[in-house]
Every structure is written in C-alpha cells, then in structure tokens.
C-alpha cells in the first residue's frame, strides 16, 4: 500500500490537518523571506546622517532615510522625523519604533503556536472515529480475531501519526523563529540605545555651540 493510499484511508481529519499543513509550510517560506530581508546596521549610512545631522540639515537626513530601506532604517527615521525632541521623547520614539518592527516581525508565528498546540489532537480524534469505526465494521462484518481489526486500527492510527508530524514541525519552526526575534530584538535595542546617545550629544553639542555664539556676540 503506497503512502498516498494510506492518507486517503486517514479519515475526515487528515482535511484539517492538510488545510494545517498548508498553513505551516506557508509561514515558514514566508518567514524565511521576512528574516533573510532584516540586514544588518546600516553604519555607513548612519555615518552620513550623522553628518548631515551636525550641521542641522534634518531634511536632508530624512530625504536620505526615505531612499534607504530596512528595520533599522525605519527606527532611526522615526526619530529624525522629530529634530527638536528632548532626550526621553527620543528614547520614547525608538522605543515604539522598535515595538513596531517586532510585531510585525512576529505577526504569523501564532499560527505555528496554535498548529503546533492542536494538530495531534485534530489527528488524535481522527484516530478515535477510525477506531469506532473498525470495531463497528468488525461488528457488522462479524469478523472474528486480531486481523479483522488490526487492518481497521492502522488505518486509524495514521490520522496521529500525521498530526504529530504536523505538530512537531510546527513547534520546532516557532521555537526556532521565536529565537530569532528574540537575538534580533537585542540587535534592535542595542542600535535604539546607541543612536538616542548620539542624538542626545548631537543635540548638546549644537546647544553648546549656540551658548557660545551667543557669549561672543
């Protein structure tokens, strides 16, 4: 009996689980995509909006971020979008920037979750009404002995094995994009924290420079 015999024989459950099974395969492919497009820091062009940012031309940086593309990109765009910002309103805006890019990086991985959690036993009660239904066949056949109902009960039993196999691929994809999010939350803060302090002296600097202007003059 060949592989493909045996799933038809699975019963109405194996329906859900290939609808599941569609599902795992689509948000791990497009999981694959949506990390392999995160990057790294930009640090040459962070360079360059710092530059830009030294000499007060705000606009010129934002017209240089909105050409550019990327988490970090977004987060730090967010921030020069306010040049006149205090030091904690800067760190409250990368804050929800950062917020903002891990939510969507984390959209679809409940769905994993949720498979992970309800396939075995979405292939568990197909093997239950599989089982019922070998011993009602065996019943109304009036077959007597272990094979009658051996056949009847492999049959069943297939429904498990392919909501445990939908299941364990499922967890071990979220475990393993859950701990992706999480080092790239650590990359996210540390960048958030680094380019507030380089606002924050930015900001200092040109105040510095202003007092003293204003002393000589």
């Not at 493909?4 to 795992?24: D, H, N, R, T, Y």
């Not at 077959?143 to 939908?166: K, Y």
Request: aromatic fraction near 8%.
């Amino acid at each position: 009996m060949s592989f493909f015999e045996l799933l038809k024989q699975g019963g109405i459950s194996l329906f859900p689980l290939a609808a599941c099974s569609v599902l795992v395969v689509a948000v791990v492919l497009e999981r694959i995509w949506a990390f392999s497009r995160l990057g790294a820091v930009p640090k040459e062009l962070m360079l360059r909006i710092e530059g830009l940012i030294a000499r007060n031309d705000w606009a010129s940086a934002t017209r240089l971020l909105d050409d550019a593309a990327g988490p970090f990109v977004r987060v730090a765009k967010a921030s020069v979008m306010r040049p006149h910002a205090a030091a904690n309103e800067i760190a409250d805006t990368l804050t929800l920037a950062s917020d903002a890019e891990l939510a969507q990086l984390t959209r679809p991985l409940p769905i994993l979750g949720t498979i992970g959690n309800i396939a075995p036993f979405i292939g568990l009660f197909g093997t239950v009404i599989g089982i019922m239904k070998a011993f009602q066949d065996v019943a109304t056949r009036q077959v007597v002995g272990a094979p009658g109902v051996s056949q009847g009960m492999s049959e069943a039993l297939i429904a498990t094995a392919v909501g445990l196999g939908i299941g364990i691929i499922s967890v071990v994809f979220n475990n393993y994009f859950n701990a992706q999010v999480e080092q790239f939350r650590l990359q996210l803060e540390r960048f958030c924290t680094e380019w507030s302090y380089t606002l924050q002296h930015l900001q200092e600097s040109k105040a510095g420079s202003a007092s003293q202007t204003e002393s000589v003059g």
